[in-house]
């Protein structure tokens, strides 16, 4: 009976939204949740031990994404935000079924969602690290929702570890990025999605590239769009002032400048060795 009623325990509405990334990326995630809904108290896990998730195996990150999932829900999180498009791709289902009274969201359902109903969807580019490309995951989502969209989809591996190396406005990571969106498999794209919540950050240098009109689909706001609509649906929303904690598994200093970069602000991370 007592277990009966842990798992039905009703969940407080001011308990934190958890967040968690390879490292500190899915901190534009959490920014534009931030700035969205400014009374949500926030837990941010970033796996920087693990760092990058990309190049990783699915069978790793599901056993990262559990455990990281298991600590957000013992810090009494009312929701688990999957802030990686390589972690969304391949831990999805394991984490909703680690924490199945959680609600559990990932970054690419939202995205599938936007665009697939919309009207200007004819042909979608997607480039994200090899994990997310290579699982297939956007273009199965979106061709199930609407077998007319035509998908091309190129993996940008050296997108993400350029842009944490503090390279996103200069004319390294410009030739990087041009070199990459030129690649024939890209050709002719209406829109282009960053399956990658570092990509926020280059998302100058990608417009710059294009002379055509192109619509440039960032996960992060549509996400924290996906979310307030969750939480006030679930009569979710928090009223309260918020408290705001960012937890890491490798700390180094270079990690705490850079998530000045992601997150828009100064914040102060905090080394958790516990989880593996
Ligand atoms: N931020 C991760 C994502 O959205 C990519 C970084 C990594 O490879 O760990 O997929």
Redesign the pocket.
Known sequence: KLLFLCYFRKVNKDNPIGIF???I??LTVAKAIRSLMPHESLLYFGDTKH?????KSAQSIQEFSKNISLFLKEKQCKMIVIA???ASSVAYDIVKKECPAIEIINVIDPVVNRITTSKNNSTIGII??KG?INSNVYPQKIKSANNNIKVKSLATPLL?AMIEEGFFNDKISQAIVHNYLKDPALADIKQLILA???YPLIQGLIGDFYTQELDIIDSASQVALHIKEVLKKKNLLSQKSPKQRFFVSDYTLSFEKSAKLFFGEDIHLEEIKTIH
């Open positions: 990334d390879s490292g990326g899915g760092l990058p998730y990309g190049e990686c498009n390589t994200g690290t997310t993400a990658c919540t570092h």
